[in-house]
């Protein structure tokens, strides 16, 4: 819960950091995931765990177009900060 309010925070106050708010998507994915992890485990089903497996495999995807569309962009523009 902790990590989840966290990552929030981090959205509202860095909004004009795209590094910064890629870091804290990526965060709220694990926290997600986590969570569901240890619900699956506490009603002992499995099939909690293959679906975390399925979104930290999105998650990695995700984080990895995110950032090569991040480089594109500092290569055309020269700087990250104030995208939005």
Do not use: W
Not at 23 to 50: P, R, S
């Amino acid at each position: 819960m902790i990590a989840m309010l966290t990552t929030l925070l981090t959205f509202y106050v860095s909004q004009n950091n795209m590094m910064t708010l890629l870091m804290a998507m990526e965060m709220l994915l694990l926290t997600v995931t986590v969570k569901i992890i240890y619900i699956g485990n506490m009603f002992d089903d499995m099939q909690a765990t293959i679906f975390a497996l399925f979104i930290m495999i999105l998650a990695g995807a995700e984080s990895a177009m995110g950032l090569s569309l991040l480089v594109s962009y500092y290569r055309l523009r020269g700087k990250v900060t104030n995208m939005l």
